[in-house]
């Protein structure tokens, strides 16, 4: 399984962006994905996670900003981030799980000025 990210960029406080995450390979496989963001000097943290029936998960400092979304013709994972803020600032990181396998994505940075 591959997984590559993309969407990041530099964004004003409060404004969105969407990353998505693209999976090829043995994607029947999957059945939990999910984004996870590090900023510096932090370690890794999970920001929102989705599962085959659709059931999703959220970080606490993320609820109500953040949304995960999946199109399965697409292979492709989605987050939408609205009213970013400085804290948001980090690496982003796509990840994928399955039959007793993980998998990560590179990286996408995400910057928001104030």
């Known amino acids: 399984v591959q997984l590559q990210a993309s969407g990041g960029g530099l964004v004003q406080s409060g404004g969105s962006l969407r990353l998505s995450c693209a999976a090829s390979g043995s994607i029947f496989r999957l059945t939990y994905m999910a984004w996870y963001r590090q900023a510096p000097g932090k370690q890794r943290e999970v920001v929102a996670s989705?599962?085959?029936?659709?059931?999703?998960n959220y970080a606490d400092s993320v609820k109500g900003r953040f949304t995960i979304s999946r199109d399965n013709a697409k292979n492709t994972v989605y987050l939408q981030m609205n009213s970013l803020n400085s804290e948001d600032t980090a690496v982003y990181y796509c990840?994928?799980?399955?039959?007793?396998?993980?998998?990560w994505g590179q990286g996408t940075q995400v910057t928001v000025s104030s």
């Open positions: 989705i599962r085959n029936g659709g059931s999703t």
């Open positions: 990840y994928a799980a399955g039959a007793s396998k993980s998998y």
